[in-house]
């Protein structure tokens, strides 16, 4: 994986994997729109599993087709059932989202074995990452930066909350 650093505050990180997808990392808490910035964690982590797909959309375009399209999982933030409900609709063609009530860690690293992205919720407090493979490490994308990802540990932190638990399994078509 190849890290550049950006002058963009809101986009501080690109990073190219090793079969050349090009990955544009935001960094929530610097977005002008409140409920990005405060609540978008979710929409953010959507945001970087379509980009590992090849599909590009804005996250302010996101959450206004979450809005539209999908106003039941829009409760505090946007539920990782719903942003498996946006990925497959806005990835059309492109990717395939599956969700998962329970999150355990080896279906997430059955899944990055697979060459998938894993997105997650977890606890304390409730906030959504999003774990993507490359080569035969897997790597945490959050708060706009990157860092390898210890899976069991992360499996460990998923919350168990009725609303937001829950996992997704992204794959590219």
């Known amino acids: 994986m190849k890290k550049i650093k950006t ?3 809101k986009y501080p990180l690109k990073i ?3 079969n050349d997808t090009k990955i544009t990392v935001p960094k929530q808490s610097k977005f002008s729109n409140a409920f ?3 609540h978008g964690c979710s929409l953010m982590a959507e ?3 379509l980009q590992y797909c090849g599909v590009h959309r804005w996250p302010i375009d996101i959450l206004k087709w979450h809005k539209k399209h999908d106003k ?3 409760k505090a933030k946007v539920t990782v059932r719903g942003v498996a409900k946006g990925i497959d609709a806005l990835g059309k063609g492109k990717a395939d989202a599956t969700y998962y009530r329970e999150v355990s860690a080896s279906r997430m690293k059955e899944a990055l074995s697979k060459g998938q992205a894993v997105i997650m ?9 999003c774990i993507i493979p490359d080569g035969d490490t897997p790597w945490l994308v959050n708060y706009g930066g990157v860092s390898k990802a210890d899976i069991d540990k992360l499996a460990k932190t998923a ?3 009725k609303t937001y638990r829950g996992m997704v399994t992204v794959k590219r078509r």
């Open 47 to 49: 945001y970087v599993a």
């Open 72 to 74: 039941s999982d829009v």
């Open 36 to 38: 990005l910035r405060k």
């Open 7 to 9: 002058k963009d505050k």
């Open 121 to 129: 919720e977890q606890k304390n407090p409730i906030h959504s990452i």
């Open 16 to 18: 190219v994997l090793d």
């Open 159 to 161: 919350t168990t909350n």
